[in-house]
């Protein structure tokens, strides 16, 4: 398949055009390659240093990440920067990004995934960005205990960075907004969630919670966000036939 028939396919199914105008990552190819032929695509969160090495021993194509390169602005060739780019080209390894529209994906998106994980009955859309809802939020029938929502998620994937456990120890219903959404509590607690999972962490919203009476599972950024990516890499394999490989680098953050 060539690069431009897998850039076919990933728009086809990712809101990647929709959503340019709110997005300021560059979604789509960030760093082309001289062979156009692809066989080989790995799947990471993060687009840096350790991702390239490890995507080029393992002799990837092209490699999907959740965080590119490019967030609304230029970056010289310079540096770091450089170095990452040279990299990228020296093992003629393609870069694509997709952010929001892998965080918001029915199916196998990031938001999607966790859905799935927890079992949530009565799924719909969920914590709006600019006008778009990025979430999930959905019902557990019966009532789940707090703790085991949390061992369903993060249990392989080290601890969350917090857990604030101010609403009932029996857990109905959830929203699940993946990443850095701290401030999307607030819709949680408009709409009397029992629990709100994200990614990162704010002291900001501590007593909003506990005065709210919610629980709130922080359960760090990358911990939230290794799921869309690792979806996606078998989606591919399975649609497209393509050999795929999950690159985890975690950062416990």
């Not at 966000?225 to 975690?250: C, H, N, Q, Y």
């Amino acid at each position: 398949m060539l690069l431009q028939e897998l850039d076919h396919y990933l728009r086809s199914h990712l809101a990647i055009d929709e959503l340019q105008a709110v997005d300021k990552s560059l979604n789509g190819i960030q760093v082309g390659r001289r062979t156009q032929d692809v066989r080989r695509v790995a799947c990471a969160v993060d687009a840096c240093a350790e991702t390239f090495d490890r995507a080029a021993e393992w002799g990837a194509d092209v490699l999907v990440v959740h965080h590119g390169l490019y967030w609304g602005r230029v970056l010289p060739l310079t540096g770091e920067h450089y170095e990452r780019i040279r990299k990228l080209m020296d093992a003629d390894i393609a870069l694509y990004a997709v952010h929001l529209p892998l965080d918001m994906h029915p199916e196998f998106g990031n938001n999607a995934e966790m859905a799935k994980a927890l079992h949530l009955k009565e799924t719909k859309p969920f914590g709006k960005y600019h006008g778009y809802e990025i979430g999930v939020s959905g019902r557990l029938e019966p009532a789940v205990r707090r703790e085991e929502v949390v061992d369903s998620l993060f249990a392989d994937l080290g601890n969350p960075l917090a857990v604030l456990p101010f609403g009932p120890e029996m857990v109905s219903s959830v929203g699940i907004v993946s990443g850095g959404a701290v401030f999307e509590v607030e819709q949680a607690i408009e709409q009397g969630l029992d629990l709100y999972i994200t990614g990162d962490a704010s002291h900001t919203v501590y007593h909003r919670c506990m005065e709210a009476g919610i629980n709130v599972v922080f359960g760090g950024h990358y911990a939230t966000e290794v799921w869309g990516p690792r979806a996606l890499g078998e989606r591919v394999a399975k649609d497209l036939g393509l050999e795929t490989s999950f690159i985890d680098v975690p950062t416990g953050l």
